[in-house]
């Protein structure tokens, strides 16, 4: 019985392994595709600056503005950026790709 056991994983191991999917919409944040991921000059604008900024360089991608202490999601999105601001509503922290 253990011989079967043994024989039916090498035989599942010696399968030829099956290139992973590619994620259809996939532009933003590339590995060497050239596109910023991040924009550290901007902390310490204004959020609607900051937004302007970031939009003017990537036409069509989602640009979140968000408050202090606000909760966020973890999911990374290739075409999102969010904006940390704090009570002045000036960037907080560098805005980023995710």
Known sequence: ????????????????????PTLPGYRYGGGGSGERKTWPELVGLTSEEAERR????????NVHVIPPDYFVTMDFRTDRVRIFTDSSGKVSRAPMIG
């Open 54 to 61: 970031i939009k003017e360089e990537m036409p069509g991608v």
């Open 1 to 20: 019985m253990a011989e079967e056991d043994s024989k039916q994983n090498a035989i599942s191991n010696d399968q030829p392994q099956q290139p992973l």
